[in-house]
């Protein structure tokens, strides 16, 4: 908690200088962040590596049904994310990322990149290093990543409720420990198992709001315990019992 109160006040210090010198339109180059630090505004039509760590941190607040590419170019969708990042924490919603916007995100991260509810432990019980999977290491905490940061979008829009993950990244054997699917999507660590408040199909309802192609719950199969939320770009979504 003071390392992140320091860190919010380190982005406040970046904000209130830029305001002072005439330069909110452009990101401070002081450090502000122990995980990644932004070195110019963003708009669209930029592309590069900045944008890419600026989509994963807002893809979690895409439009309704939307999977948000993750690719480098700051185009509609990603205007559009910013803008209801911006609109969720109170900031002036231009979709446009500069000072104000980066000094929110510093804010909500920890020094590994992590939102700031969530962890890569609550995400991968299976083993420390994220292997075994269907995919490499490297990539499934990647997607682990990406998950962590719609989970922070899904539970902030829920009134900052606290949500408990009860199975995220699997390895292969993980998977067939528990009875997983096959071709389960737990298998590429960009996937959840949520619980918590105010119910499971009220999770599902909203999920459908923070950038999961795959939602499960209430009614499907063997989810009547938790819904299940994931990446995949093609949407498929079963929470009967929740109207979804």
């Known amino acids: ?15 209130m200088g830029a305001l002072t010198g005439g330069l909110l339109a452009t990101a401070g180059p002081a450090r502000a962040d122990e995980c990644y630090t932004w070195g110019r505004t963003l708009s669209a039509g930029m592309s590069g590596s900045d944008v890419t760590e600026l989509q ?23 205007k559009a994310a910013v803008t209801r990042f911006q ?10 990322a500069g000072a104000r916007t980066f000094a929110r995100i510093y804010a909500l991260q920890d020094p590994d990149c992590t ?13 420390s290093d994220w292997s075994g999977g269907a995919v490499g290491a490297a990539t499934a905490k990647a997607n682990g990543l990406r998950t962590l940061w ?16 009860t199975s995220g990244f ?4 993980c998977n067939s420990a528990v009875g997983g699917a096959s071709n389960s999507r737990h298998l590429y660590g960009d996937a959840a198992d949520l619980v918590g408040s105010p119910s499971l199909c009220r999770l599902a309802q909203q999920a459908r709001y923070h950038g999961f192609g795959g939602i499960f719950g209430p009614g499907y199969p063997d989810h009547n315990d938790h819904t299940h939320v994931d990446g995949r770009t093609a949407r498929s979504w079963s929470a009967p019992d929740c109207g979804v």
């Open 1 to 15: 908690m003071l390392r992140r109160t320091i860190r919010l006040a380190l982005a406040l210090t970046m904000v």
């Open 56 to 78: 994963i941190r807002v893809a979690g607040h895409a439009a309704y049904g939307e999977v948000m590419a993750v690719d480098g170019a700051f185009g509609p969708a990603t």
């Open 87 to 96: 609109q969720a924490y109170g900031l002036p919603a231009d979709g446009i």
């Open 115 to 127: 939102p700031a509810h969530f962890t890569y432990a609550e995400l991968n019980t299976c083993n």
């Open 150 to 165: 719609k989970l922070e979008a899904l539970r902030h829009a829920m009134g900052d409720v606290p949500l408990t993950v």
């Open 170 to 173: 699997r390895s292969y054997s």
